[in-house]
């Protein structure tokens, strides 16, 4: 018989009480009703080696070979060293001018950012790195993981790591579990793996304008533009990019339909969507894990940094400038909008109650944690300015705030019946030795760090198992006894072999 509970939490000045239907799970998970919350906390940005390259006994830095690290120029041949790496450059520049902060001669292998002759701490926010889908499946290349600068617009950046025992994150790992073989669960970026966090599915634009797709050649990577150079030692490459494949699949940031967009509503229309007007992605219909969740009773909810000021900065006229909605003016949070998975699906359109009920602001949570009432099921993501998002965000402000909440839920109610993961959307364009495993047209793709922090989670452990992000899909199914999605990979973990549940 299943067990049944109450979740309380409060948005907008009412209060929500949902009965909860927690379904006993199968005898070959003998421990997991215990499982009363699983927290995710998806943070920005890095691969697995950037972050976790040195961490004692996972699988590193060290153990890369020559053949893994060593880059090729986009002929495909060694190159002789690193090509400097380029400053963000004005709209419409050419991309070959080096960042000063950065030696122009790095021999061809990974280097420290944090370390002489570079220096730069973590509290310093590098340029961003560009990370799309098809430029993810050429960095891989076959599992050679040999053109991460080949495609990447910030030269040898691409290959920049961090001692990160400095990080108050690094603790934790030490302490609970850190899976070093956990794999992004879509090519590309933060977009698509939002996506295949909720859904495991891949978005639907079929009415998008021709000019989106790609040009890709024989091998499906995208093809150089005339003006390209054609040595990554004399510039970053100039590639023909896209949105949206030729069968009407929506790959590269596309903005959400529903505010906060950073499309604003048009003059005179409905503030709370959008403007028609502009191409954003169609509302999706494909089942999510909110729908599977729902579906059994089970409660959730969806926790953003900065959510309800966003919701109230789209609202404004179009003429007005943003104030919340990616911007860091005024220290703005900078709330991104594509990061906000639900937001691009009907079912929690403006207007909706699920919408109401589901997609809250962080405030909801940390309330939630102190008060020791949270959903079954909660995910969190931080506003920008805390999300590691190089460009805009610097790691050690995020990691501290992850590590803070990390702290929060251990010191409340909720720990004793909580699993924690914390994990990263995509590499963020920094490369990483291992290959990703065989999978299918969508990933998975390069490794990224993930850390299960419980009174559940094995200690001082390193989970060597192989998963991607639809292993979270995969617990929380397990534990709940959900419809399963079919985005879901077969041979993905499902995160119990990092967990003690036996009586």
Known sequence: MANTRIATYVFGGAT??????????????????????????????????????????ANGIANATREQYTQVDRD????????????????????????????????????????????????VATRDVIHEFWRNQEQINGGRNDRFVAASDAGGLAMGYYDGSKLPLWKWAQEYTLADNFFMGAYGGSYLNHMWLVCACT???????????????????????PNSPTSVLSGAPILA??????????????????????????????????????????????????????????SWAWYAGAWDLAVEDGMQPPELPRRVIYTRADNAPYFVAHHQPFNYFARFAPGTADRALHLLDYAALAS????????????????GVLNEHPGYADIQSGDQHIADLLARIKASPLWTSTVVIVTYDENGGFWDHVPPPKGDRWGPATRIPTLIVSPFAKKGYVDHTSYDTTSIIKLITLRFGLEPLPGVRAGAGDLTAALELAP
Request: with cysteine; proline share 19%.
């Open 16 to 57: 929500f009480v949902l009965l909860s239907s927690c379904a006993a799970p199968p005898a070959s998970r003998a421990g997991l009703e215990k499982i009363q919350h699983i927290v995710v906390i998806y943070a920005e940005n890095r691969s697995f080696d950037h972050l976790y390259g040195l961490f004692p006994g």
């Open 76 to 123: 495909g041949s060694p190159l002789p060293k690193l090509p400097p790496v380029w400053k963000t450059p004005p709209p419409g520049a050419t991309n070959n001018v080096p960042d000063p902060a950065f030696p122009t001669d790095l021999p061809n292998r990974p280097f420290r950012i944090d370390a002489p002759p570079i220096n730069l701490p973590m509290s």
């Open 203 to 225: 978005p639907v634009d079929p009415t998008a304008p021709p000019a989106l797709q790609p040009q890709l050649d024989e091998r499906g990577w995208l093809k150089p533009r």
């Open 241 to 298: 990019g896209g949105e949206v494949t030729s069968d009407g699949y929506s790959v590269n940031t596309t903005q959400p339909p529903y505010e906060p967009s950073r499309v604003p509503p048009a003059k005179g229309g409905d503030p709370r969507f959008a403007d028609p007007a502009q191409h954003t992605l169609p509302p999706q219909t494909a089942k999510t894990i909110g729908d599977t969740l729902s579906a059994a009773g089970v």
């Open 368 to 383: 939630g944690i102190d008060r020791g009432v949270l959903p079954a099921v909660a995910f969190y993501k931080p506003q």
